[in-house]
């Protein structure tokens, strides 16, 4: 099957983060896959949908060297339906346009045509997670990840590359966290002083989360969701916000983390509840990461390509791998844009392109 059938094949079947059937579903499709590839995959239960681990052997003298580890996640940002109603399927002047495209399901057939394309050479054994909820910060797959990682040689994502085509050598750090806020009911106009109005207390504790940002350096916040009240005649007894934060460094994210969690209500019988929903801590540059782009460099031009590196704003989970010391390097995935925008697409010669790359890493390492 060509690589562009079995992308559209894997955009067809839409996967949203917390559609456990669907993303099961697709679970079930990866590890026949890699099953086909010569693969022993198994499914991991999670409650947001099950994560996919997969180990290919190693061939000839190299079977016995420690593994590579490629990350994934079969889940999008996209419900179930904007296939249909907002983003057809659609190949256009070598581009092609789609949910998941380019976040990240073209990733997935880059590495499964990459293992296609090296059945037989020697090459030390490949191992695979593919995550359920890395969107939301894989809450359920941090555990996973971990155990995974030990005993590798390198990690590599196959997430979106830089937009030249760059890998990526270090992300961001990334929490999400939700502010709950407890008031107390009431009629807001015959007993307005008994109400505890809990959007008010939000708002304001927002205003004091932006005033508290702005005093470092390269801290980015978002108010991803804002939810509460019911009627405009009742005082509103329940409010709450998801925020996510992006750091660049684990010190500035423990200050400000532990800032937040500290906040007090400023209404009297207010009720505040911070939580952190997910994590990902800060995966900054090293000298590990430095000496695997040069390996991977190497292994690019022998297949003709020249691969560069840089910094990323965005999380994934090679956070966690970079986070805990194993060589990372991420954006091995097809170019495009629009991550999470509605014109999310990739270049079409751009799969064959990063297959060779990822096929060159993996029997150069």
């Not at 456990?20 to 896959?33: G, K, P």
């Not at 971990?146 to 929490?175: I, M, Q, Y």
């Amino acid at each position: 099957m060509r690589m562009i059938d079995r992308l559209r094949e894997y955009v067809e079947h839409e996967t949203p983060t917390g559609a456990v059937e669907a993303l099961n579903a697709f679970a079930d499709r990866l590890v026949l896959r890699y099953g086909e590839l010569g693969g022993t995959a198994r499914r991991v239960p999670a409650p947001t949908g099950d994560h996919v681990v997969a180990d290919f052997p190693g061939r000839g003298p190299r079977a016995a060297e420690a593994p590579l580890l490629f990350l994934g996640h079969h889940d999008t940002v996209w419900p179930i339906g904007q296939l249909r109603d907002a983003m057809p399927w659609r190949e256009q002047d070598g581009v092609i346009h789609g949910p998941g495209v380019f976040d990240m399901k073209g990733g997935l057939v880059v590495l499964e045509t990459a293992l296609e394309q090296i059945a037989d050479l020697d090459h030390r054994p490949v191992r695979v997670v593919v995550t359920a909820d890395e969107e939301i910060g894989s809450p359920s797959a941090r555990e996973l990840v971990t155990a995974e990682s030990a005993g590798v040689l390198a990690a590599f994502g196959l997430e979106p590359p830089h937009p030249n085509g760059d890998v990526k050598t270090s992300r961001r750090g990334s929490s999400r966290v939700r502010i709950e806020v407890t008031g107390r009911e009431a009629h807001a106009a015959l007993d307005t002083s008994s109400g505890v109005s809990a959007i008010d207390e939000l708002v304001d504790q927002l205003i004091a989360v932006r005033a508290l940002v702005a005093g470092y350096d390269e801290v980015l916040c978002n108010v991803g969701t804002i939810t509460g009240g019911g009627r405009t005649n009742v005082v509103p007894g329940t409010a709450s916000a998801d925020l996510g934060f992006r750091f660049v460094d684990p010190e500035t994210e423990r200050a400000v983390l532990d800032a937040v969690k500290g906040l007090q209500p400023v209404r009297h019988n207010a009720v505040l509840e911070v939580s952190v929903l997910s994590n990902r801590p800060a995966w900054q540059p090293s000298e590990a990461a430095s000496r695997l782009l040069d390996t991977v460099a190497a292994a690019g031009r022998s297949v003709g390509q020249q691969v560069g590196g840089g910094a990323a704003s965005g999380a994934a989970d090679t956070n966690l791998t970079g986070w805990l010391g194993v060589p990372t390097l991420d954006g091995l995935g097809p170019r495009g844009k629009g991550a999470h925008a509605v014109h999310e697409q990739v270049i079409a010669a751009s799969l064959a392109e990063r297959a060779a790359l990822v096929a060159a890493i993996i029997t150069n390492l």
